[in-house]
């Protein structure tokens, strides 16, 4: 194909809105249209102008009007997104006819997507089951998900029944989850919480951020975050977060928010030297931890839910892997050997 410069681009889905089609918002009306299309991705899909309206890109709060010709494209070729058996080894803390826990590695994708089409949680639980559940249906599978360098227990539904009731404890918040975080810098507090709404960033989508004033971003949800202090380490503190709410990068944007970014955690400035000593020493034990723990010191440690079928109170807590262990036990090392100093970087 000659290559003229211009971006290429491809047609993933189209419609004709009805006669009848009463005002609609777009992404609303895609997410009713669409399978397998979460609201979340139709508005990324617009704000990157790929929701293109009788010729013309839109945003998401374009109102569908009768025989309104609607496109969604891709400015890479359609994926085919069928979950296919791959044999993955994975940890299985348990497992029923109805529910599986599992403890996710760092580095493992959920689920596929742009950039991950393969190699994902899902495609260790299809060879897992064997065919038993299929993990191409919708209707079964992850109840709650955590990001790809994020470590700990994550929740699956083995039949429809099990995912409805387990979604709906998940949206009525009685499920009980914490994660062990490592962040920079020490809290004044033993404990607090934080809120903020979270959208993504108008300036780097790939980002989220608190919007302190809902109102200035449509999307904006509410997220709440309890944390308490489990350990302090001179210049950086272990804490134990419990969400109230579930949003993407809910722990990793609010304890930003509150200064104290998450250790290692490049997309949000943790991977940068924070606190501490501006000394050539001090520099190189930091780099030295971040070659321990190369992405954001967080894990999933605990898990607790009604169980679907049986309403048995189910609870589950899981070991920190090595690198975070490793890296909390260089700080600690650090605490007890290195003499206090008075922290000249902030």
Excluded at 33 to 46: F, P, Y
Aim: charged share 25%.
């Amino acid at each position: 194909m000659e290559d003229n410069g211009q971006e290429e681009i491809f047609e993933r889905w189209h419609c004709v809105a009805d006669k009848g089609q009463s005002p609609l918002r777009i992404d609303k009306y895609l997410a009713e249209h669409m399978a397998g299309t979460s609201r979340n991705r139709i508005q990324t899909a617009a704000a990157s102008g790929h929701i293109v309206v009788n010729g013309k890109a839109v945003n998401s709060h374009y109102k569908v009007r009768p025989d309104d010709v609607i496109q969604v494209l891709l400015d890479h070729e359609p994926r085919d997104y069928t979950i296919h058996a791959e044999n993955i080894p994975i940890d299985v803390v348990y497992e029923d006819a109805d529910v599986l826990v599992v403890n996710k590695p760092a580095g493992l994708v959920v689920h596929p997507g742009h950039g991950n089409y393969e190699h994902t949680l899902l495609n260790a639980l299809a060879w897992h089951f064997g065919g038993g559940v299929d993990m191409n249906d919708p209707s079964v599978g992850l109840v709650h998900r955590i990001d790809k360098d994020t470590s700990g227990l994550l929740l699956i539904a083995k039949t429809p029944q099990a995912k409805t009731d387990l979604g709906l404890q998940f949206f009525n918040h009685t499920t009980r989850r914490t994660y062990n975080a490592l962040v920079w810098g020490s809290m004044e507090q033993d404990s607090g919480t934080v809120e903020g709404a979270l959208a993504r960033d108008t300036r780097d989508r790939t980002l989220y951020r608190v919007y302190e004033d809902p109102e200035e971003h449509p999307e904006a949800k509410e997220a709440v975050t309890h944390w308490r202090v489990l350990e302090r380490l001179r210049y950086v503190t272990l804490v134990e977060c419990r969400l109230e709410t579930g949003r993407t990068h809910q722990i990793r944007v609010h304890m930003k928010y509150i200064g104290h970014p998450l250790f290692a955690d490049e997309k949000y400035g943790g991977s940068e030297i924070l606190k501490g000593l501006p000394t050539q020493k001090y520099r190189q034990f930091v780099q030295n931890c971040l070659a321990l723990c190369p992405r954001q010191a967080l894990h999933a440690k605990t898990l607790g839910f009604r169980h679907p079928r049986t309403g048995e109170e189910m609870f589950f807590d899981s070991e920190w892997p090595s690198d975070m262990q490793n890296l909390i036990n260089k700080w600690r090392n650090y605490g007890q050997t290195e003499p206090p100093q008075t922290d000249s970087l902030g």
